[in-house]
């Protein structure tokens, strides 16, 4: 081929590859939503693939040649990575979102309970009132498989007559954390409301935990408390709880547990995500309700009612 030919194969293939347009990308970044540009005409609702996404984004609003698309859950994107508008609709249930490292997460519930008497010798006169039970918890996950937290997993007040009792069972530890399973331990106090130790005595505490599934996903989390009073070991406590989504951004939970700090409960709770993806900025709501008992025996009271309560999570 002479040299005037090859030339000219060569302007071609250069004009030919300057007219292709230019492949999307990643322009901007806010709260559970990006701008990828430029792009064509794109529907409502239409997917939108990431380099390292499992999951399409969906399409939310389009202004000229800049498209916002809705991040999937868990998902964290930057400026100009790489998208494509794909032929189907995006969205659905994430059963495994990947693990978000270098995140905080602060969450807090309160739950108020009837408290009617259940004692074995019959109900008495007056041995009635109502059970508080709170939780206070703050989490950050390192970009590396390590997690810290510390919890005040039982502020529980039980007012019934003639007797008013108050727990707390507070803890802070670290674990291997990763994106399909976390083990751990934490160490803490807590009072001892039962008839081994019948005046609130205080007990140090070893709280192991196991997590198998995603954070966000379908998952279980276990603790089973030990504690220890004077060198003694002992059972402290057990606590569980199964989570599995429903639709996009909610979850259902099924919880059960109990402590010798006085308190146990079951419940049924449905999580929901109201701002964000579950990154940074992002808000989860939970709402629940079941029935909670208390069973302080140095004052001869049990009392069992449902009840039920709320709680938030925010992760800055």
Known sequence: MSRAAVLGVSLLAA???ADEPPLPTVVAVRLGEVDI?????SAIGRGVSFKRSELLGTVVRQSGSVTT???PLDERVSIGEPASVAARDGGGIRIHP???GNLLSLSSEVGAFAGFDSSAAGPRPGASGFQLLGRLAAE???EFPLA???TLSHAALSFVSPTNIAAIDASAGLSFDTRSAEIGLSAGAMTLNDATFPNGASAFTLTPLLRLGAIDGVGFVGTV??????GRPGFGGAFGAFAFPILDRYWLLLRAGGSRDGFAHTDLAVRTLVRGNGDHG?????????VAFSFFEQAVEDVIGPGGGFGIEFRP
């Open 15 to 17: 004009t030919a590859y």
């Open 37 to 41: 540009a430029p792009v064509g005409f």
């Open 69 to 71: 698309v809705q991040l």
């Open 98 to 100: 990947p693990r978000l």
């Open 140 to 142: 950050y996950r390192f």
């Open 148 to 150: 810290i937290r510390a």
């Open 225 to 230: 408390q030990t504690v220890v009073v004077n």
């Open 282 to 290: 992002s808000v989860f709501l939970l709402f629940f309700a079941g």
